[in-house]
């Protein structure tokens, strides 16, 4: 990892420990019952990859989508390198054997276990294209034979373009304003699906992808 890449990360874990007090309002679900109702077609495509399953969620941030596939999942170990957004979703109600840990996903030859899925909700677009092949490779290291990267993203929208701009390795960054006045840099790419196949090739047998386009939200999964 870069001199730069560092920063990005710095800045981005900055951004997000300061944004917890607004998190739930910034991703507007409000409820568990309304995060499944609002995003039904999505969870429905990604409930066969999960039930039953022994899962790593990672950077589970306060828990929205850990809640609703703890009721799937055979077990989760949900993790964040983040303890402020870890709290708030330890606070919250689930079904299932669930488990929190501190851990940073860039660390993830530190865990000692192997999963049979490996979840990633609103992550990868923050992972810098720098980091990209070392951090699905890490993936892969958990995964058992036969599992499976199941990864979970927004698409772009004229929210993220406003104000958007790129460094010298291609990352997409905007720099975002909190309530209380302080401002962030925080990578946010958009990936075509000719990209995060090329991303995902070297390392998984097998990659589907699908589009939500009333949802502003795609689906990549990555099999061995």
């Known amino acids: 990892m870069n001199d730069h890449d560092r920063q990005l990360i710095r800045d981005m874990k900055a951004y997000y420990t300061a944004r917890v007090p607004w998190h739930?309002?910034?991703?507007?679900?409000?409820?568990?019952?309304?995060?499944?109702?609002t995003?039904?077609?999505?969870?429905?495509?990604?409930?066969?990859?999960?039930?039953?399953?022994?899962?790593?969620?990672?950077?589970?941030?306060?828990?929205?989508?850990?809640?609703?596939?703890a009721r799937r999942a055979r077990s989760i170990l949900a993790i964040d390198g983040l303890p402020e957004p870890l709290e708030v979703a330890r606070s919250k109600e689930y079904e299932g054997e669930i488990s929190f840990r501190v851990h940073d996903a860039y660390r993830l030859d530190d865990l000692d276990e192997t999963f049979e899925v490996v979840l990633a909700t609103h992550w990868l677009s923050h992972v810098p294209y720098g980091l990209m092949d070392e951090f699905l490779a890490?993936?892969?290291r958990r995964l058992e034979p036969g599992g499976v990267l199941v990864s979970l993203d927004l698409s772009d929208t004229p929210d993220f373009q406003d104000g958007a701009y790129t460094d010298d390795d291609g990352n997409r960054l905007n720099d975002r304003t909190l309530p209380d006045g302080n401002t962030y840099p925080v990578v946010k790419n958009f990936p075509t699906e000719a990209e995060l196949r090329r991303h995902f090739a070297p390392h998984f047998a097998d990659v589907s992808y699908q589009e939500f386009?009333?949802?502003?939200?795609?689906?990549?999964?990555?099999s061995l």
């Open 24 to 37: 739930e309002q910034y991703m507007s679900y409000g409820s568990e019952k309304n995060l499944e109702t």
């Open 39 to 69: 995003r039904a077609p999505i969870i429905a495509a990604i409930e066969p990859y999960v039930k039953g399953k022994r899962i790593l969620d990672i950077a589970c941030g306060t828990g929205n989508y850990t809640q609703v596939f």
């Open 138 to 140: 890490a993936v892969v």
């Open 213 to 222: 386009t009333d949802l502003k939200d795609w689906l990549v999964v990555g």
